[in-house]
């Protein structure tokens, strides 16, 4: 299994551009997020999905579409890029049972918005 | 929402040095697990441990749901085990999946 896999490892973009990071994962994990890693912030929330078709907000939402038409894919769209939304974005996979979660991170994107 | 705060924020040992890293949470939770993050960036499980106690080489971790804490232990620290640690939980109300991280532990291990 390759696990979780994200492209690309590395983007610049100017700001108003807009770009997908794309995720996927080959587990059949039914729950799918995205999270933004900032200096000092830790990482944080910003869009799930806890299978195909179904999306949900998370912490930091604003800027960001998601979509899940496929079980593996999960791309994360910047519409007009801002400099705010410089980051590293990491997408994370699980099987939903609640009883055991554990979950898996890809190996990130690194995004400048200059 | 569920707050997560990780102690101490900077560690620095001398390799063979022994540590111990701490989690507070501040309510129920039943998803919790420890990540270290190397100086690549990659985030890499290191336990799955919602409650009770385990172990995997010298890395140990501790989580006692009903105080709200969690430790990871690392004994005679190598300079791989540089990066910083993470501790993520989820919260106990219905979406144990979402994952809320605290700010995570620096730590410095020099030869």
């Known amino acids: 299994n390759a696990g979780v896999t994200q492209t690309p490892k590395f983007q610049v973009l100017k700001t108003g551009q807009s770009m997908t990071l794309q995720c996927a994962q080959d587990m059949n994990h039914e729950y799918m997020s995205w999270y933004r890693q900032d200096p000092g912030m830790g990482l944080r929330l910003i869009h799930y999905s806890v299978g195909a078709g179904i999306t949900d907000q998370g912490e930091v939402p604003n800027g960001y579409n998601v979509s899940r038409s496929t079980t593996e894919d999960f791309p994360l769209r910047l519409l007009s890029a801002a400099p705010s939304q410089t980051s590293v974005y990491f997408c994370?996979?699980?099987?939903?049972?609640?009883?055991?979660?554990?979950?898996?991170f890809g190996p990130g994107t690194r995004l400048t918005v200059l | 929402g569920i707050q997560v705060e990780q102690s101490p924020p900077d560690l620095i040992l001398q390799e063979g040095a022994n540590s111990t890293l701490r989690c507070n949470f501040s309510d129920s939770v039943n998803n919790l697990q420890w990540f270290h993050q190397n100086p690549w960036g990659q985030l890499i499980n290191l336990f799955y441990?919602?409650?009770g106690t385990k172990q995997n080489g010298r890395l140990s971790a501790t989580t006692v749901a009903t105080e709200r804490y969690s430790l990871l232990y690392i004994s005679s620290s190598q300079t791989t085990d540089s990066g910083v640690y993470f501790c993520a939980v989820g919260d106990s109300g219905g979406s144990n999946y979402k994952l809320t991280f605290g700010k995570g532990t620096l730590l410095t291990v020099n030869p």
């Open positions: 994370a996979s699980s099987y939903l049972p609640r009883a055991y979660n554990e979950q898996f």
């Open positions: 441990i919602p409650s």
